[in-house]
Structure formats: structure tokens, C-alpha cells
């Protein structure tokens, strides 16, 4: 029974520049949260995605954007990258928004 | 606003003995509380999630408590083991709706031989 998986495990991106990063929600869940999680920091909520819609969104600006798709999987694009933006990027799921959530091993990006 | 703090000083034990680690909110008390253990380069791994209306729980050798007079909950791993070494975070639901959590920056323990 796969986890939740997340690509790339590590990405290099300098300063203005876009990214994607992908998510494949556990087996059997159809519900997709994103967080930012910078060195030293508990994770911060980004947004959730259910039914393919965003449904509650933390307190990120709008060049944090996501989609989530028919097979439940997800992606979280980020605009015009910041040095702020370097972090561990962590993708969870869950069961209609039940808990407790799934977490994946995230994505290390970091910004030049 | 919702605040969860957690002691950012890392807790270093002797192996074998108990570890405690506290977790405290901020305003109204949460319908839950969670604890995750996650490792470096690792996600969060869910450990134990503890209700409002639950004053312990426990699951092997952990043991998570609920005051919500203080405001607080404890994590306690007994018997400690150096496999135990990580950082802890807890985790708050957002009041609000949906299942947004609100984590704090965790506790790292280190269990020495």
C-alpha cells in the first residue's frame, strides 16, 4: 500500500524563477493539504485541495497557487521565487478531511 | 490567534528513562490535539491524536495527557531508546473548519546511550 508520495525529493531554482512540485495522495484518499516547512519550523499550512477545488487557504500570497486532479493527485506551483521560499515543501492526505493526515517525505527546494 | 508552543531547547535522556515533552496552546481549546515524530530529511510521522474530552491516551510505550485548564498537553516515551532520538511536533486543528493543522516548531529528543 503506497504512501504518499512527492517529486522531485530535491530541487535547485534561482531567484524569479517558477516551480511545480507533485503529490500523490495514500492509497484510498481524496483530499491533499500542502505546508511549508522552513529549517528549524513546525510546518505552516498552505492550502487544501478537495473535489479539485481549493478549500481553505493559510496565509500565503497568491504566487502560491495549486491543482488538484481527477486521480486525486496534486500539485502546488510557486511564482517568482523568493530567497524566503527556500524550505522543505511537505504534501499530506487524508480521507475527506479526516484525521490524522498522511504526510510524505517533501521536497527540499532551495532558492540561489 | 491559535499558537501552539513547544520548548525549543532540545531534551537530552539517559536511555532508559522516561521523556517528557510539553506542548501548550493559546486560546480556546482545540477538538484535538495531535503528536507527530519526524526525523531529519523525513515528513512528520502521526503518532498519537488525543481529544478534548480525553484526559489520557496511550499506545505501547507512549502516553499523551489533555489539560485543558492548563492549557497543555504532555508527551511522555518511557523506557527511552536512542531509536527514540528525533524531533516531535504537536499539532492543533484550526478552529474554523476543515482539517487545517497548526503545528508547533517541535522538540528535538536526544536519548543517550
Known amino acids: 500500500d503506497a504512501g504518499v508520495t512527492q517529486s522531485p525529493t530535491h530541487l535547485i531554482k534561482t531567484r524569479g524563477q517558477q516551480v511545480t512540485l507533485r503529490c500523490s495522495p495514500k492509497?484510498?484518499?481524496?483530499?491533499v493539504s500542502w505546508y511549508q516547512q522552513a529549517l528549524g519550523q513546525g510546518p505552516q499550512f498552505i492550502f487544501q485541495y478537495y473535489e479539485e477545488e481549493e478549500r481553505q487557504r493559510g496565509n500565503f500570497p497568491d504566487r502560491f497557487s495549486g491543482h488538484q486532479f481527477p486521480n486525486y493527485s496534486s500539485e502546488l506551483n510557486v511564482n517568482a521565487l523568493l530567497l524566503g521560499d527556500s524550505a522543505l515543501y511537505l504534501c499530506a492526505s487524508s480521507l475527506r478531511g479526516a484525521q490524522p493526515q498522511h504526510f510524505g517525505d517533501g521536497t527540499r527546494l532551495s532558492i540561489l | 490567534s491559535q499558537k501552539i508552543e513547544q520548548n525549543s531547547e532540545a531534551l537530552n535522556i539517559q536511555e532508559g528513562k522516561t521523556a517528557t515533552l510539553t506542548c501548550n496552546y493559546t486560546n480556546y481549546s482545540p477538538a484535538y490535539l495531535q503528536w507527530y515524530r519526524q526525523d531529519p530529511g523525513r515528513g512528520p510521522v502521526f503518532l498519537l491524536l488525543?481529544?478534548?474530552?480525553?484526559k489520557e491516551k496511550r499506545k505501547e510505550r507512549l502516553k499523551v495527557t489533555f489539560d485543558t485548564t492548563l492549557k497543555q498537553s504532555l508527551f511522555h516515551i518511557t523506557a527511552s531508546q536512542p531509536a527514540d532520538s528525533a524531533t516531535y511536533l504537536c499539532a492543533r486543528r484550526f478552529s474554523g473548519g476543515y482539517n487545517k493543522l497548526i503545528f508547533g516548531a517541535g522538540t528535538r529528543l536526544a536519548v543517550h546511550p
Open positions: 492509497s484510498g484518499h481524496d483530499t
Open positions: 488525543i481529544r478534548e474530552n480525553e
